[in-house]
């Protein structure tokens, strides 16, 4: 059990590492503060760096980034966004889309068949020609086709009927456990909400960053406190985390909440607990009967 889960989640870092030659986008602007989650540590966002598959994006409060794509096709982030860029599918591949685990985004896409999948605990978007406004969290989700059309699924999977056809100027809105509505009339104030910074269509800044190589500034550790929304998500996205943060296992501190919260992400238990995932020993002959030797059948 303990090998098949090891080498699971091993196939899907090598799929990831696959994408990253193919697909990376470049942070064109930043205000405020963000932090991008790569490998077992995170650095700090800047103009210039490259955002490559499996990375994960978190912005602070009051923050705002752009992340332009080699296709034409952009992410806008706003605060308080915890976003996958280029997540794990439902069988651990990679997956081409952008998994929103909550806050504000916008994705504007250039082209047809380029971009990413918006995808979220609520919903997923295959990538088409416009321009979504969205925020998304886990019990709840809300979104405007700016421009273009779409067709919306809900998730998780089985979730709903039919896929949602949506027009440009429609709004959806969704809670956990319900199916979601379109146009319903609180959803406008959803304008009321949105950043301000997402009303207006910014100019291109990534060949000003082409051909340069911006290295992050590297971050402080992390803790089970700050990944803590991630160890817990739905189980193709959580479970990528066994592999990349294993290390972290040895660290007091974060082993001791992962065993406390191991109902909450159990694909941990063989890397905490190995003991129990060995094989088991050979059983011990039984003993031969007194006065017999262990090998002469009993006579009759």
């Given at each position: 059990m303990l090998r098949s889960a090891i080498l699971a989640v091993t196939l899907a870092s090598a799929a990831c590492c696959a994408w990253a030659t193919?697909?990376?986008?470049?942070?064109?602007?930043?205000e405020g503060d963000a932090l991008v989650y790569r490998g077992a540590g995170r650095v700090q966002a800047q103009e210039g760096v490259r955002i490559i598959p499996g990375d994960l994006l978190e912005t602070g409060a009051g923050a705002f980034v752009q992340i332009e794509l080699p296709d034409q096709s952009r992410i806008e982030l706003g605060p308080a966004a915890r976003m996958q860029f280029v997540a794990p599918g439902a069988r651990g591949k990679a997956d081409r889309s952008l998994y929103v685990l909550a806050g504000w985004g916008k994705l504007t896409y250039a082209k047809p068949d380029t971009g990413l999948d918006l995808r979220s605990p609520l919903f997923e978007i295959a990538a088409h020609p416009g321009v979504i406004v969205f925020d998304a969290r886990p019990s709840e989700a809300m979104l405007f086709i700016e421009r273009g059309d779409a067709r919306l699924v809900e998730r998780p999977p089985g979730a709903g009927g039919a896929p949602v056809p949506l027009n440009a100027g429609d709004y959806y809105k969704r809670k956990a456990g319900m199916r979601g509505v379109v146009n319903p009339p609180e959803a406008r104030a959803m304008l009321d909400k949105m950043p301000r910074a997402f009303r207006d269509t910014l100019p291109s800044r990534l060949e000003k960053f082409r051909g340069r190589d911006v290295r992050p500034k590297e971050m402080p550790g992390f803790s089970y406190a700050d990944v803590e929304a991630w160890l817990s998500a739905?189980?193709?996205?959580?479970?990528q985390f066994v592999q990349r943060w294993r290390v972290k296992a040895h660290e007091p501190a974060f082993r001791s909440a992962l065993i406390a919260h191991l109902g909450a992400h159990p694909e941990w238990d063989?890397?905490?607990?190995?003991e129990k995932y060995l094989p088991k020993e050979a059983q011990t002959?039984?003993?031969?009967?007194?006065?017999?030797p262990a090998s002469t059948p009993a006579a009759r």
């Open positions: 193919e697909i990376s986008g470049t942070i064109t602007i930043l739905e189980a193709p996205i959580r479970r063989p890397i905490l607990f190995p002959p039984t003993p031969a009967l007194a006065g017999r």
